[in-house]
């Protein structure tokens, strides 16, 4: 079946570091990849996504490109800031409208 | 942005009760709902699928009589935990679909009920 793994946290990086939270998927036919982000108390919102290999998806400073080959989808920032520290899910869909999402990674970024 | 209301955020409730749930779209109307359940340090497992005006789509192992799903708008759906025991209790989060730019779904958040069964 459909799975995705991302790794685990927390994530401990002092502001201005540089970010990566690895992802990898198993799925079958050509999943559409996703990262979404939960902020204390909020609920999740789309951070970024990529349709189809190679495709590299970014928003705010956060990228991941659909790496097929490896069948990864790896976050990564350049500089990351405190207001990032929140939790970060990998997922993937596989056509029509369900999302399987890995176990989430707590990233803590302290000033 | 599209915004998804989920109340109540966090119920405690003594074993043999139930419980309802509500998920709205606030300003937009949604195709489809989802309802999910998070444990600790685990994933969102999707439990169910519904569309309005039409019964819920269960995944395998959800009972469905446990965990009764009403769509009664474009803007409401509700989970009613019945008879609620111990394990039970977890994080249940909605999520309301709707059609983004270029014919592509994006599914929207609510922030999540804690539900903790005495």
């Known amino acids: 079946g459909n799975s995705v793994t991302q790794m685990e946290g927390p994530v401990t990086l002092s502001e201005e570091a540089f970010l990566t939270i690895n992802c990898t998927y198993t799925?079958?036919?050509?999943?559409?990849l996703f990262w979404y982000v939960q902020y204390p108390g909020e609920g999740l919102q789309l951070l970024l996504k990529?349709?189809?290999?190679?495709d590299k998806g970014s928003n705010k400073g956060f990228e991941a490109t659909y790496r097929k080959e490896t069948t990864s989808f790896h976050l990564e920032k350049g500089s990351v800031q405190v207001s990032d520290s929140a939790v970060y899910f990998c997922?993937?869909?596989?056509?029509?409208?369900?999302?399987?999402f890995g176990a989430g990674t707590i990233l803590r970024v302290k000033s | 942005g599209a915004v998804v209301s989920q109340h109540p955020s966090r119920v405690i409730c003594k074993s043999g009760t139930s419980v309802k749930i509500e998920c709205r779209s606030l300003?937009?109307?949604?195709?489809?709902m989802f309802w999910y359940r998070q444990f600790p340090k685990q994933s969102l497992m999707l439990m169910a699928t519904?569309?309005?005006?039409?019964?819920?789509?269960?995944e395998q192992g959800v009972e469905k009589d446990k965990f009764l799903i009403n769509h009664a708008s474009l803007t409401l759906s509700t989970l009613t935990v019945t008879s609620a025991h111990p394990e039970d209790s977890s994080f249940y989060i909605c999520?309301?679909?709707?059609?983004?730019?270029?014919?592509?779904?994006?599914?929207?958040f609510g922030a999540g009920t804690r539900l903790s069964v005495l």
């Open positions: 990529a349709t189809k290999a190679d």
């Open positions: 519904s569309n309005e005006g039409s019964k819920a789509t269960y």
């Open positions: 997922a993937l869909s596989t056509g029509g409208n369900k999302l399987v």
């Open positions: 799925a079958t036919g050509y999943p559409s």
């Open positions: 300003d937009f109307q949604a195709t489809t």
């Open positions: 999520s309301a679909d709707t059609l983004a730019g270029a014919g592509e779904n994006i599914q929207y």
